[in-house]
């Protein structure tokens, strides 16, 4: 079993890295977030010990149990499911980094209670959403911006990028169009100096898709099933 994770792990670091190098890039630009939802602690244990030390979790109570659970093994650990109201603060008490900011709201709240709950600003991304599904969670395109220009003025957030969630697609190149339009808005938003110094991160790809969203320029992949194995 041990071996079976350390496997996947080393196979996802390698695709990783072709794209990159196929596209011209650097592979230390692409962090590997393995989306642990659903797997249990010793799962987790096992994908530390293979050498990754950042996690995704899509549930707050989920996250949290397990973030406590692994106690002194430090890592880092991005929220990646929709975040409610009344979960804010043990959101922002457990996790490292938010990934699903998508309304005024919510990233007002989140401001507030990351200054009372932490020392320095709390990393953020904005959740786009390009697929104008109404059930997702996501903010559209048109409001993106207007959204991201009233987080900079949050003193207790550090906006650090976007991500986007892609509607599910048998054919991956029929998923790179939402890729490439991310990372355009990712471009604009920088140029207007949306992100303070930082690259501006686009996390973006899943188990599916990864290599594609690598060769659009993720600087964050979200990968679960490839490297736990199904979720049961
Ligand atoms: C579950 C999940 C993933 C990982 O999905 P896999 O297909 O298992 O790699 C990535 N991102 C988000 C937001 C998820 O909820």
Same mark, same amino acid.
Request: charged share 30%; hydrophobic share 40%.
């Given at each position: 079993m041990t071996n079976e994770i350390a496997i996947r792990v080393a196979a996802v670091r390698e695709r990783i890295a072709s794209a990159a190098l196929a596209a011209g890039r650097d592979p230390k630009e692409i962090k590997l977030i393995a989306?642990?939802?659903t797997h249990t602690v010793s799962a987790v244990r096992e994908v530390v010990e293979a050498g990754l030390r950042v996690f995704g979790e899509?549930? $707050?109570q989920e996250g949290e149990?397990?973030?406590? &659970? =692994? *106690?002194? @093994?430090?890592?880092?650990?991005? %929220?990646?499911?929709?975040?409610q109201k009344n979960k804010v603060r043990k959101a922002v008490r457990s996790f490292d980094v938010i990934q699903t900011i998508d309304s005024l709201d919510l990233a007002q709240r989140v401001d /507030?209670?990351? *200054?009372? &709950?932490? #020392?320095?600003? %709390?990393? $953020? @991304?904005v #959740?786009?959403? @390009?697929?104008?599904? &109404?059930t997702k969670s996501g903010i559209p395109e048109s409001e993106a911006e207007e959204l991201i220009y009233e987080i900079n003025k949050c003193r207790n957030l550090? %906006?650090? *990028?976007? =991500?986007?969630?892609?509607?599910? %697609?048998?054919? $991956?190149? =029929?998923? /790179?169009?939402?890729f490439r339009? @991310?990372?355009?808005?990712r471009d604009d938003l920088k140029t207007k100096g949306a992100f303070s110094g930082g690259i501006g991160d686009l996390s973006m790809g899943m188990s599916h898709d990864f290599e594609t969203a690598v060769e659009e320029g993720a600087t964050m992949?979200? $990968?679960g099933t490839a490297i736990f194995g199904r979720r049961g």
């Amino acid at each position: 079993m041990t071996n079976e994770i350390a496997i996947r792990v080393a196979a996802v670091r390698e695709r990783i890295a072709s794209a990159a190098l196929a596209a011209g890039r650097d592979p230390k630009e692409i962090k590997l977030i393995a989306v642990s939802k659903t797997h249990t602690v010793s799962a987790v244990r096992e994908v530390v010990e293979a050498g990754l030390r950042v996690f995704g979790e899509n549930k $707050v109570q989920e996250g949290e149990n397990k973030i406590a &659970e =692994m *106690g002194m @093994l430090r890592c880092e650990w991005h %929220l990646i499911g929709h975040l409610q109201k009344n979960k804010v603060r043990k959101a922002v008490r457990s996790f490292d980094v938010i990934q699903t900011i998508d309304s005024l709201d919510l990233a007002q709240r989140v401001d /507030r209670i990351a *200054g009372e &709950e932490r #020392q320095a600003p %709390l990393p $953020v @991304l904005v #959740q786009i959403d @390009l697929a104008g599904e &109404e059930t997702k969670s996501g903010i559209p395109e048109s409001e993106a911006e207007e959204l991201i220009y009233e987080i900079n003025k949050c003193r207790n957030l550090r %906006l650090d *990028g976007v =991500m986007t969630i892609p509607p599910f %697609l048998e054919d $991956v190149e =029929m998923v /790179r169009p939402y890729f490439r339009r @991310l990372r355009e808005i990712r471009d604009d938003l920088k140029t207007k100096g949306a992100f303070s110094g930082g690259i501006g991160d686009l996390s973006m790809g899943m188990s599916h898709d990864f290599e594609t969203a690598v060769e659009e320029g993720a600087t964050m992949v979200r $990968v679960g099933t490839a490297i736990f194995g199904r979720r049961g």
